[in-house]
């Protein structure tokens, strides 16, 4: 039976979700990113310790949605107050360049991701194809998590770095997207993005901003999924 388009997608992020489960050893601290691809690591790695493939591992969620996930398959959770390390974290992004460069944020969960995966002694980054560019801000918004107070100050800050700001929007209700600490977001469009620790260091210090959407150096590998010859690929960068 041939499989439609999106069942294609969803086994493509289902193999590199598997794969990167894989990867997380017996007695570690594991931090669980958000996103459609990482739902498929959470829930593997959930029945690699449920058939006793693995065991004592601990789970640090980035978002609502990893914790929930989390807890129903059966992952012990604890809080980055509560460790000294993270061994090891898994997350998507909503683009990655050819040097292992990302931008986050389409969940508006990147202030916890950040502070989840720069805390991570190894940081696996699961994508599928459609998340590659050769450069940032190709095809995605640069988000940036505000002070809600903060918003007109911010905008002409970000304006004076060259970059357009829009309030994220709910789809489903009035008003603005709250992010889990209780902020807003702004997607920000730039001309083009260039040196990208300095500008997410620049970002950062704006005054009523938390965090943007920009992952500097911070990936260690980066597993992709892709369709070849309409067979689901998994590689690695």
């Known amino acids: 039976m041939t499989m ?3 069942e294609v997608i969803v086994s493509i992020k289902q193999a590199v ?3 990167a489960a894989e990867r997380v050893q017996s007695d570690t601290i594991v931090g669980l ?29 980035t978002s609502f ?8 398959c059966g992952i012990p959770l604890t ?8 061994d090891l974290a898994i997350d998507g992004a909503d683009e990655v360049d050819p040097q292992k460069n990302l931008i986050k944020g389409g969940g508006a969960a990147h202030t916890q991701e950040k502070l989840v995966d720069s805390f991570a002694d190894y940081f696996i980054v699961v994508v599928d194809s459609s998340k590659l560019v050769e450069k940032l801000g190709t095809n995605f918004l640069l988000p940036v998590e505000i002070i809600p107070k903060a918003m007109k100050p911010v905008m002409l800050h970000l304006e004076k770095l060259g970059g357009k700001s829009e309030l994220r929007t709910a789809v489903k209700k009035d008003g603005p997207i709250i992010t889990d600490q209780g902020n807003f977001v702004l997607d920000v469009k730039f001309d083009s993005l260039h040196d990208l620790a ?6 950062n210090n704006i005054p009523g901003v938390l965090n943007n959407g920009l992952f500097v150096g911070l990936a260690d590998l980066v597993i992709v999924g892709e369709l070849q010859d309409g067979q689901p690929l998994v590689r690695e960068f």
């Open 33 to 61: 990113g958000t996103g459609s691809t990482t739902v498929f690591a959470i829930q593997h790695l959930g029945e690699r310790l449920k058939n006793g493939e693995i065991k004592n591992i601990v789970g640090i969620p």
């Open 65 to 72: 949605q990893s914790e929930n996930l989390a807890r129903e």
């Open 198 to 203: 300095e500008l997410e260091k620049t970002i």
């Open 79 to 86: 809080t980055l107050n509560a460790v000294d390390h993270i």
């Open 17 to 19: 979700g598997k794969m």
């Open 4 to 6: 439609t388009n999106s």
